[in-house]
């Protein structure tokens, strides 16, 4: 059986990034995989976070998956806390999982800088939590953006070294689906550095709750060169931050960057991103104000949560204690 398990951080406001990345390609998987999305909030926890802020960003997640077009009755939908499984096969898996492999991970260093014994246990252990969250319903298939790549090939190596411990096939091997034209979208001020929640610049993403004269206000300030647009995807991939800009209309517009240029080739970067700014909010706005429509029945969004949450535990129960036989810990 095919399973697929995904999930995003309930970490400041989604962005064009999780969105094209990741959330829109959960859209149309849904009509052809069990799917099980997940607000990741444990996650979010390895950094210092409000608890109000913390708790209103959950439900700010939920909503942006159910306004892109996540169906919560026919997917599973819940937020990772309410299901007591994750945090415990985290910690069985970290007994398999040798220090060697978590060093390698680029995220903890990136998000650790040079103050490593400051950061704290939970970024480090960051990747067996998310092994934990795919392995707890032994999902096959994880749709992602390519930052995720790293942690999802320790995923499979932490799979394959239980699996060989105990002899055992008990868990798949789950497969990085990394879709579409935008797998790793770049921010708007720097076409070197992925658009991302903890960059300090408003001006460096475009968040899925701006309204249009933000969007628009961000498109006309993003960096681009003074170059026209070229003709071909070669003489594109010099140029990081025009080739961003057309990555974006290409994925909004669902075409391929030879596509975009079929039609911009020769144009000047003041008229491409007036069109820019017309598809996006063209694309988001119905989805913003449909959040917004969302977020006006928290008690709604929070008996959403608390079914998918129900259906979750009764897989991730079954799977955990099938765990626990394997590896010997006594269930009386
Ligand atoms: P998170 O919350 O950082 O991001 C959520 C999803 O959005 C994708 N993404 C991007 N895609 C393209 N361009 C970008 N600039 C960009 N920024 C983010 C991410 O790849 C991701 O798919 N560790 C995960 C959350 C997680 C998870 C899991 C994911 C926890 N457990 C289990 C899958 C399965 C993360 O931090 O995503």
Redesign the pocket.
Known sequence: MNRI?????P?RQ?????Y????RNWVDLQNSYECIF?V?DL?ALTIDQDSEVLRNNIREVAAAYIAAGIDPDKNILFN?SVVPGHAELSWILSCHTPLGWLNRMTQFKEKAGKQKDMANLGLYA?PT??AA??LLYK?TH???????KQ??EL?RDIAGAFNRRYETEFFPLPEPQILGE?????SLRDGKK????SDESEYSRINMTDDADTIAQKIRKAKTDPEPLPETVTELEARPEADNLVTIYGALAGQSREQVLAQFAGAQFSDFKKSLVDLSVDKLAPITSRMKELLGDKAEIDRLLKKGGERAAAIAEKNLNDVKDIIGLLRP
Do not use: W
Request: hydrophobic share 45%; with cysteine; net charge neutral.
């Open positions: 398990f995904s999930g995003m951080q970490t989604l962005h064009l990034g999780n094209l990345g990741a959330l997940c990741v996650h990772q960051y939590l998310m969250d795919i999902a994880v749709p992602v953006g390519e930052d995720q942690h999802l995923a935008a797998t790793r979208v770049m992925k658009m991302s929640k």
